[in-house]
């Protein structure tokens, strides 16, 4: 299951998994990269379980459509995902920056390109909806050997500032 580093926080934590039909399944936390916040959990319990095909994002170009899924404001029971459309505004082999609207709870969660096929893992948010980050699919292609041995890079995470000027 691929998520937000920040989200798997550490290699070995038990989590639950919650299905659109009701059913959960059991799993634990695998790897991340600080460096981009990408973040791997594996499904523990016997499958089949339903899944998305993942898409190309070096393919991405600003204007792009796409879809962003999240629970804002974190999961609540009887409320479906919300779903969000947006444009790309920039995309490169480390970020993919979108127009969509996200909030606090969405990190973590899928943006597809309009087929339906995911193309980053929502990450960075911010206070406008131009300031929204989301993590590269193909960076997960890059790193998945790292990820499911669970291994975390780089080992401390470093200082971010963020700073927004008004001209």
């Not at 993919?96 to 606090?104: M, N, P």
């Not at 993590?135 to 927004?164: C, Q, Y």
């Amino acid at each position: 299951v691929l998520t937000a580093g920040h989200v798997c926080g550490a290699p070995g934590r038990n989590v639950v998994f919650l299905f659109a039909d009701g059913k959960t399944a059991r799993g634990k936390t695998l790897g991340l990269n600080r460096s981009i916040d990408s973040g791997l959990m594996k499904i523990t319990d016997k499958g089949p379980w339903p899944y998305v095909d993942l898409g190309i994002s070096k393919k991405l170009k600003p204007g792009d459509w796409v879809i962003a899924i999240g629970h804002p404001r974190g999961y609540q029971k009887d409320r479906p995902p919300v779903v969000r459309t947006g444009r790309v505004i920039l995309a490169n082999e480390r970020v993919v920056q979108t127009g969509c609207t996200l909030f606090s709870g969405d990190s973590g969660g899928p943006l597809l390109d309009v087929d339906g096929r995911v193309i980053g893992i929502h990450s960075r948010i911010g206070g406008r909806s131009s300031q929204n980050f989301h993590v590269p699919i193909d960076t997960f292609h890059d790193t998945w050997d790292r990820l499911a041995t669970s291994d975390v890079w780089p080992e401390k995470s470093g200082a971010m500032l963020g700073v927004n000027g008004e001209t």
